[in-house]
């Protein structure tokens, strides 16, 4: 134990003996760790959050987009620019042509609105969505009070609108707000029901929203060359998934009009393949995390060497004089090799800290449920006791195997 | 020769390679010590003192010739036997004191028992006799450099008697002291002396070497001397 402090005393004495160099092979060593933990954590909370939303989506759910949804290394922008718009009169031939046995629902939406209840209005970032009764069975989110969109609400065009956590909170402070007349545009909409709260993905609050009547929303917000309708279909079962994906890819060219060899105008996405896609985005995260760390991590092995073989050769003799009275070889590479991992494990330990505030921050920030795993503070902390160990073993043996009286004569 | 010879040293010789040309510091030097001698070497510089008390002390390796220290062969030993040798059976102390500059004289001179494995509690309390025993009970939470000369040389005569050692090497342990102050460390060796040490000095002044009443004078690696001192000091 005494040995112990006597060695950490020992590490900070290398460190204040060079400074500068210490300062910058700690700080290689603060951005190793960080980088590599921060990576870590990072990938398993993105990927925590994004599975629970599969996981709540269902997996016999999929999307029709034009344009894909994520795009990894820009993608072919002007194949997309000039694909069709998906436009009601698609979305109706589309969902005749599936019959009425399959759920399919159209949705649009369009973002920035201001949503009035008296003097009451919420800030200019409302999302509005529009969409149909089936809308509730495929997506995940729920009616809390209050009723949700019915074929009527669609087909007569009704003013109804269904209003998120965060526009209640806002504008119905105090109030049940079902019943009650909203303004978007200065178009009057009555509240027939509430969403549950669903909290934030990926730092976007899902409950900052009003539904409406698809017919609504394409009439009054969005004109009919830019009315882009997501299509959702899902399956009664993971069996008959790939057969409607089929289907729908063969409804949607006939739709099209499109030529056995053209290929399609849209894409077609499930959960898995949105959740695959997301997962190459986080393990291309993960991976430069890692990879960039580990190269400062690399750096920080060569400058700490460089700093114990220094400390060796000023303390030649004091190592001397150890190998004097007695000090065997073991006890000195011992020595130095714990006075190097104190010096990583400093680096290390500072790299964690700041790893843990930065993940905290994301957190706040994007609203991903960071999960910072003991998982990833255990393994940083051991790949600096490795780089201690791995930096320190040369320099060590070069200080157990000085000459004694070499080292006794050393100036 | 002697069997019962504390030290024996047979065709001793020691050759320093420097390149083109080989340095003889030792020449075939056979010699023995018995218990409790007091045993001053002499000569010039460059003459082979410090080599010779390295290979004594088991600081150093001859490049020929064999070293019995009580009846062992040093030459077949490994590193940690002659670490051991070096803990427990031999006591240095050096011209330039070679004390650690930022540990205080406990701590100096408690150092070979931490390699002995002996308890902390014990160490301290067993350097605190050993400061004591040199005249140090007011300085013992001084580091070296808040020293004297004359102190710092006793923080190292404790270190070197802290663990019971039978054999104590000084080389010039006066060298870098004031005449006066290096009468007071010789009368420390006296004493050690006098209580059934075996002393082995390093010096090449006259007056130091006086102490001994044994001297041996070498002149470039080869002994020309070895005579019992008639009128030493302090009788
Ligand atoms: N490490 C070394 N490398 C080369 N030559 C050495 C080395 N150590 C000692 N010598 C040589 O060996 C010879 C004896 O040296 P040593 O130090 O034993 O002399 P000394 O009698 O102690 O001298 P001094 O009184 O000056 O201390 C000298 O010629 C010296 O130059
Ligand atoms: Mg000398």
Redesign the interface.
Same mark, same amino acid.
């Not at chain 1, 001397?320 to 006890?331: F, M, P, S, T």
């Given at each position: 134990m !005494?040995?112990l402090l006597d060695t950490i005393r020992q590490a900070f004495?290398s460190i204040r003996s060079q400074k500068l160099r210490a300062f910058f092979t700690l700080l290689s060593i603060v951005i190793g760790v960080f980088a590599i933990m921060f990576a870590g954590s990072l990938v398993t909370s993105i990927d925590t959050t994004v599975q629970g939303q599969i996981d709540a989506l269902g997996e016999n759910t999929f999307f029709i987009f034009r344009i894909p949804n994520i795009m990894l290394g820009g993608g072919d922008w002007h194949k997309y620019a000039r694909r069709p718009l998906i436009n009601q009169k698609v979305y109706n031939s589309f969902r005749d042509k599936m019959g009425s046995n399959v759920l399919v629902t159209g949705m649009a939406k369009s973002a920035g609105y201001v949503v009035k209840h008296n003097i009451l209005a919420t800030d200019p970032d409302v999302t509005l969505v529009g969409t149909d009764e089936n809308y509730f069975l495929t997506s995940n989110y729920d009616v809390q009070d209050g009723r949700a969109l019915t074929k009527t609400d669609i087909e007569y065009k009704k003013d109804v609108a269904i209003i998120g956590n965060d526009v209640i909170v806002k504008i119905f402070p105090r109030e049940n707000p079902i019943g009650k007349t909203i303004k978007i545009n200065n178009r009057p909409y009555t509240v027939i029901g509430t969403l549950k709260p669903k909290g934030a993905l990926l730092g976007q609050s899902q409950d900052n929203l009003v539904i409406l009547p698809l017919s609504q929303f394409l009439t009054y917000f969005a004109s009919d060359w830019w009315s882009d309708i997501t299509i959702i279909v899902r399956a009664p079962d993971k069996i008959s998934l790939s057969y409607l994906i089929d289907e729908a890819v063969g409804s949607m060219r006939i739709i099209r009009n499109l030529e056995p060899w053209e290929e399609n105008d849209f894409e077609i996405e499930t959960n898995q393949s949105l959740a695959d896609q997301f997962g190459s985005l986080t393990g291309f995260l993960s991976y430069f995390g890692f990879f960039s760390g580990l190269i400062a991590l690399l750096a920080a092995g060569v400058g700490i060497t460089n700093i114990m073989l220094i400390t060796v050769k000023e303390r030649t *003799? !004091?190592i /001397?004089? *150890?190998?004097?009275? /007695?000090? @065997? @070889?073991?006890?000195i590479v011992s020595h130095f090799i714990f006075e190097t991992i104190t010096l990583t494990m400093i680096g290390g330990s500072v790299g964690i800290f700041f790893g843990i505030l930065a993940g905290g921050l994301l957190g706040i920030l994007a609203g991903t449920s960071f999960v910072l795993s003991i998982k990833w503070i255990i393994i940083s902390l051991s790949i600096s006791l490795v780089l201690g160990l791995i930096s320190g073993v040369f320099p060590a043996y070069r200080a157990a195997s000085l000459?004694?009286?070499e080292a006794?004569r050393y100036e | 020769m002697d069997n019962n010879a504390l030290i024996k040293i047979d065709k001793i010789t020691k050759v320093y390679n420097m390149g083109m040309t080989e340095v003889y510091a030792l020449r075939e030097i056979t010699m023995d010590v018995k218990r409790n001698e007091y045993l001053a070497i002499m000569g010039p510089s460059g003459s082979g003192k410090t080599t010779l008390m390295s290979i004594l002390g088991c600081l150093d390796s001859p490049t020929s010739g064999q070293y019995f220290l009580e009846n062992e062969e040093v030459g077949s030993m490994n590193d940690n036997q002659l670490a051991e040798i070096r803990n427990k059976r031999v006591g240095f102390v050096f011209q330039t004191f070679n004390l650690m500059p930022r540990a205080n004289c406990i701590k100096n001179v408690e150092l070979p028992l931490i390699y002995a494995g002996v308890p902390q509690e014990e160490r301290i309390e067993r350097a605190i006799k050993a400061l004591e025993s040199v005249g140090l009970g007011d300085r013992m939470h001084h580091k070296p450099p808040e020293l004297s000369g004359g102190q710092r040389q006793r923080v190292a005569i404790a270190r070197a008697l802290i663990n019971n050692p039978s054999l104590i090497f000084a080389d010039e342990p006066t060298g870098n002291l004031d005449t006066k102050t290096g009468e007071e460390i010789m009368h420390l060796f006296y004493e050690l002396w006098k209580n059934g040490n075996t002393i082995i000095l390093v010096t090449h002044e006259e007056d130091i070497a006086r102490h001994a009443r044994r001297i041996i004078k070498l002149r470039d690696g080869l002994i020309i001397d070895d005579y019992i001192n008639q009128n030493p000091i302090y009788a």
């Open positions: !005494e040995r004495d *003799r !004091e /001397g004089i *150890r190998k004097a009275v /007695g000090a @065997k @070889k073991r006890w000459d004694p009286v006794l | -």
